[in-house]
């Protein structure tokens, strides 16, 4: 079992910045990927950004080049730095984390990121 905790998040003016972080207890088999999606309301939930246990990373085309994933194997965290933040930004953002032998997924709670001035 893998429990996911977020911090982070809040209400960012257009063009700010933010983070976002999760920190994963649990044992977290590898391989794994460790990512952050995303959920706008009225909307379906997309992938964000992840990054796998050997780093290799991608991005969902809209955040690419604003958007940064990092993770910490020892510690078992993911973090997301969001820049040059667009009011299309706003959604709920979660993390997850998949174990990709054992075919399981976990999911945070949620945090909220609002973009508006």
């Known amino acids: 079992q893998v429990q996911l905790v977020e911090s982070g998040g809040g209400l960012v003016q257009p063009g700010g910045s933010l983070k976002v972080s999760c920190a994963a207890s649990?044992?977290?088999?590898?391989?794994?990927?460790m990512g952050w999606y995303r959920q706008a309301p009225g909307k379906q939930r997309e992938l964000v950004a992840g990054?796998?246990?050997?780093?290799?990373?991608n991005y969902a085309d809209s955040v690419k080049g604003r958007f940064t994933i990092s993770r910490d194997n020892a510690k078992n965290t993911v973090a997301l730095q969001m820049n040059s933040l667009k009011p299309e930004d706003t959604a709920v953002y979660y993390c997850?984390?998949?174990?990709?032998?054992?075919?399981?997924?976990?999911w945070g709670q949620g945090t909220q990121v609002t973009v508006s001035s």
């Open positions: 990054v796998s246990s050997n780093s290799q990373t």
């Open positions: 997850n984390v998949q174990l990709v032998s054992l075919h399981r997924e976990y």
């Open positions: 649990g044992t977290m088999f590898s391989p794994n990927i």
